[in-house]
């Protein structure tokens, strides 16, 4: 091999090279970057955040919450409607003077009235969401989510619609039961196949527009 071709070899390896190193770091850095998006909370899952962002609330202590504990509001300014389904929060607030816990799902039917007759299916729990246990500090405010199917569309001989009139609430492991008026038409009997009635286990914090699943 003469001088030249020595050279010009010596040349495209020093050529090549700092392409390889480039390479390897561009590699090393997507995978970085995969494992960084991975970590990442997902998106269409704002329960997930929305529990970080409360957690100091997060750690049960004391005793569970009674309907005397606390004040129910139905937020209907946060309340919204998507492809046949009404979206319904309610917040629970805590206006005693000590902490107190709630955890699960509360038990939700729609009755004629506050000491009226259950009308239609209770509420179906969402097991799609992990219910936290949480402490609820005096002063502080946790949430559910209700979705009310429309019925609008169901054959009245399955369904008999008929008009409730509000949401009967009963705390996990409480006798007394609160009841929050707001007319529903709803089905008075069972669809099979079909959640007209469902809630949402408690969460953190108020309801916010546009965070129900």
């Known amino acids: ?62 005793p569970a919450c009674t309907p005397g504990d606390l004040k129910i509001t139905l937020d209907v300014h946060a309340a919204g409607v998507a492809a046949g389904t009404s979206y319904l929060p309610v917040d629970f607030t805590n206006s005693s003077a000590n902490d107190c816990t709630l955890d699960g799902f509360p038990l939700v039917t729609l009755t004629t009235g506050q000491s009226g007759q259950q009308v239609g299916a209770a509420a179906t729990a969402d097991h799609s969401v992990t ?8 002063g502080h405010t946790a949430h559910i989510w209700l979705h009310v199917t429309s019925v609008a569309n169901m054959p009245a001989a399955q369904c008999s619609p008929v008009t409730a009139a509000g949401f009967r609430i009963t705390l996990p492991g409480q006798a007394g039961a609160i009841f929050l008026g707001f007319p529903v038409t709803t089905c008075a009997k069972p669809v099979h196949g079909t959640d007209v009635l469902t809630v949402e286990p408690f969460q953190a914090g108020k309801a916010r527009r546009g965070t129900a699943q």
């Open 1 to 62: 091999m003469d001088q030249t071709t020595r050279n010009n070899g010596r040349a495209r390896r020093r050529a090549v090279a700092p392409a390889i190193r480039c390479g390897l770091m561009c590699g090393v850095a997507l995978v970085v970057a995969a494992c960084g998006l991975q970590k990442g909370p997902q998106a269409g899952h704002p329960h997930t955040a929305g529990t970080r962002a409360a957690g100091s609330h997060t750690r049960a202590a004391g």
């Open 131 to 138: 219910p936290p246990n949480l402490n609820l500090p005096a």
